[in-house]
């Protein structure tokens, strides 16, 4: 920001007539029309009320409302409506109820009275508790929607406030700088203001580290003449050939910001005098023909070596706050790198003044409402509306409510496209889930499996600017926890816990209508209190866990069922109810009532009753297995197969612990088996496999992870079958697939 632009505090608050004349020749010079008298009287409005305050420097607190309808005549330059606001925006939270919003809209509008209104509702937003500041930031994005002018008026706000923070205590300033880091500046970046943006950043910065604050201010201080002398050498070829080329132009070179010069230095763990990048040039074009910047891009690209990783076009695809510029990185003679920006005139008031450079009005049949400068930002403002209106569950969904609303302000954004060549924007680290999500919430519940520029990739993948991303989807695929743990939008989170929840309590009220069909067959009563407690004893959390997982399978109905008898029979005391007995893993993992169902120990099928085992995870043992147990205390007995590598050693050494098992002549329900597959890699590979296997009496898969190197893929799929047999029909399905080279079962 050109220092032309800060305003002289010294001058302000002196005289009022004198303050007065300077805001209205600011107004005729940057502002297509101007109502002299409605500024005058909201001028000589704010002076009366604020005729007794004083501002922590002891100036006339007028001041402050002067310099601040400063700023938005100068350098967010919106329209008169726009200064009369910004001279009243304090009025009625310092002086009600001696003046009220009523007062505003009598003697002001409703127009006024509106964005004043806006402006009260967002002050302040850090010292209140967080339920509260929810609340704030839900009417600062309402207010957005209804009238843009209450978020640029309390950005002038801000930056005034930055710019005169001295005055106050240290714990004062360390807060308010705190909050114009956190929510200010990433706000103003996302209006583009880039200029504002970058001094709220400098000022928040100078207050929060002094120390490098200073270390770097010093740092391009003694630098100053040789980087002068540089960029001077630097843009003479230039502007030569532009001159030659008939090409007006403007061209500058500039330090980069304090701010991102130091976060360079720690990013890259150097001094100041080890960074070349210090500078960026600009070259701005009288010209409204966009080509005319490529152009420019081929001179400079022939007078220096470009870095073709460090071009960026955002012409052709401009960033969401509709910023427009080409940005590219050249070698220098001497080997330097220099960051060169081009762009036309127009493109330069966006980048600056973001969109108060688009500010127009509407129609009078509008009601004088403000268009926004672009589909994007009014898209991004509605989405944060839904987001907040949408909000609902306590303290806790508003604690995620307000990191999902930080998140998305602070993270940079990835430009990808779907197959017909639509553009689609999301935060960096965006997964193919989130991709799903972002099209339509169906496409993201059921996504199975991605490919990003035609290669099979896994769902966590972190997508890539300008990559094509094409989303399978299976009707039998569902959400599982670890989606939550990578996907990063807020619309897949939601959507990912919302459909747990819901399976959850689905399963919850199928567990309780188990229970209640089995005691009832059982002849079993007992009342709700008797069972909380008894459950308790059993290391569940609550009847509901119980009920959940009966339905899972985690908890043994036949078992639980004859605990909880034990419990409540005649002489029965209180103190064995409230006391547990028996150990989570004999809730759990207990076998199914008798030996014609699960595993027995080799010669003895009636004693194996009651035993207690589970299934290893290395291995995964399926009805079919020759299996084999490991004894262990407390858990029971671990089945393993006889073929995983964890248990050869022991079975060698004929340890102790080891039993000789033997699969039930009938089996219920489905187990987990993991296929490993390898082949060449080819379009609609992904779809054949998850057909071939849902194929085959509806199998369901569990999940998939596929990478691709090259040509080639490999994977593994993880699927529920009834045995060994079942496992095998799904091979035989998968091995008349072409490409697929290789297919075996996986021990982890």
């Given at each position: ?682 379009a609609g590979l992904l779809n054949e496999i998850t057909n071939a296997i849902v194929g085959f009496n509806n199998t369901n898969i569990r999940s998939v992870n596929i990478n691709a190197a090259g040509t080639h893929f490999k994977g593994l799929v993880t699927v529920f079958v009834k045995n060994t047999e079942h496992l095998h029909r799904v091979f035989d399905r998968l091995r008349k697939i072409k490409g697929i080279s290789s297919i075996e079962r996986f021990e982890g």
């Amino acid at each position: 920001m050109k220092s032309t632009t800060i305003i002289n505090e010294e001058e302000l608050g002196k005289d009022p007539e004198a303050d007065l004349a300077l805001l209205l020749s600011e107004c005729k010079k940057s502002l297509s029309k101007v109502d002299e008298d409605l500024i005058t009287r909201a001028f000589k409005f704010c002076v009366e009320i604020h005729k007794n305050d004083k501002r922590a420097d002891g100036r006339p607190y007028y001041s402050h409302l002067l310099a601040t309808a400063l700023i938005v005549v100068r350098e967010i330059p919106l329209d008169d409506i726009s200064v009369a606001a910004a001279l009243l925006h304090d009025v009625v939270e310092d002086h009600e109820p001696r003046v009220s919003l009523s007062d505003i809209r009598r003697d002001f509008g409703d127009t006024i009275a509106e964005i004043v209104d806006g402006v009260t509702k967002i002050r302040d937003i850090s010292k209140s508790k967080e339920i509260t500041r929810a609340e704030s930031y839900r009417k600062l994005l309402l207010s957005l929607v209804n009238d843009v002018r209450v978020i640029l008026i309390k950005f002038a706000d801000r930056l005034h406030n930055m710019r005169t923070l001295d005055h106050l205590s240290p714990d004062s300033r360390k807060r308010i700088a705190n909050e114009t880091m956190e929510i200010y500046a990433p706000f103003a970046h996302r209006f583009g203001l880039g200029s504002i943006k970058w001094e709220l950043e400098d000022l928040a910065f100078k207050h929060l580290d002094r120390e490098h604050y200073d270390e770097v201010k010093n740092g391009l201080k003694s630098t100053r003449k040789e980087r002068e002398d540089f960029i001077n050498a630097f843009i003479a070829p230039i502007a030569e050939r532009l001159t030659a080329n008939h090409i007006q132009f403007e061209i500058s070179g500039r330090p980069k910001h304090i701010y991102s010069i130091y976060n360079k230095m720690r990013v890259q763990e150097k001094r100041i005098d080890e960074l070349y990048d210090l500078f960026a040039i600009r070259i701005i074009l009288d010209t409204d023909d966009k080509n005319e910047s490529f152009f420019v891009y081929g001179i400079v690209s022939e007078i220096y070596t470009p870095v073709p990783e460090r071009f960026k076009d955002y012409i052709s695809v401009p960033k969401k706050n509709n910023y427009q510029s080409l940005h590219t990185t050249v070698i220098s003679n001497d080997g330097k790198r220099v960051e060169v920006q081009i762009r036309t005139r127009s493109m330069h008031e966006i980048a600056e003044k973001g969109v108060a450079a688009h500010f127009n009005y509407k129609a009078q049949s509008l009601g004088k409402k403000i268009s926004f400068g672009g589909k994007d930002l009014e898209e991004w403002a509605n989405w944060m509306r839904d987001v907040f209106d949408n909000a609902s569950g306590g303290d806790e969904a508003v604690q995620q409510l307000l990191e999902s609303f930080k998140l998305n302000l602070y993270q940079q954004e990835i430009q990808v496209f779907t197959p017909k060549g639509e553009l689609r924007v999301l935060p960096l680290n965006s997964t193919p889930v989130d991709f799903a999500f972002d099209i339509h919430s169906a496409i993201g519940l059921h996504c199975i499996g991605a490919k990003v520029n035609g290669r099979i990739v896994s769902l966590d993948y972190k997508l890539q600017n300008g990559e094509q991303v094409e989303i399978i989807t299976s009707k039998n695929q569902t959400p599982n926890r670890d989606w939550e743990r990578f996907v990063t939008t807020h619309k897949a989170k939601q959507g990912i816990k919302k459909y747990l929840n819901e399976e959850k309590r689905k399963l919850t009220a199928e567990g309780k209508e188990i229970w209640e069909k089995k005691s009832k067959k059982a002849a079993l009563h007992i009342d709700e209190d008797q069972l909380e407690k008894i459950i308790l004893s059993l290391r569940f959390e609550h009847r509901g866990d119980f009920y959940h997982k009966l339905a899972t399978g985690e908890a043994n109905l036949d078992l639980t069922l004859a605990l909880i008898k034990e419990k409540v029979k005649p002489g029965a005391r209180e103190q064995e109810i409230q006391q547990a007995d028996y150990s989570t893993d004999e809730v759990y993992k207990a076998v199914r009532g008798d030996a014609s169902n699960g595993v027995f120990i080799i010669g003895s099928p009636e004693t194996s009753k009651g035993i207690l085992y589970d299934y290893a995870k290395c291995c995964n043992p399926l009805p079919g297995d020759h299996i084999i147990g490991l004894v262990s205390t407390g858990t029971g007995i671990r089945v393993h197969r006889k073929t995983c590598r964890n248990i050869m050693d022991l079975i060698e050494k004929r340890d102790g612990r080891i039993m000789s098992l033997q699969w039930a002549s009938v089996q219920q329900g489905e187990y987990i088996a993991a296929i490993s597959l390898k082949g060449e890699d080819r379009a609609g590979l992904l779809n054949e496999i998850t057909n071939a296997i849902v194929g085959f009496n509806n199998t369901n898969i569990r999940s998939v992870n596929i990478n691709a190197a090259g040509t080639h893929f490999k994977g593994l799929v993880t699927v529920f079958v009834k045995n060994t047999e079942h496992l095998h029909r799904v091979f035989d399905r998968l091995r008349k697939i072409k490409g697929i080279s290789s297919i075996e079962r996986f021990e982890g």
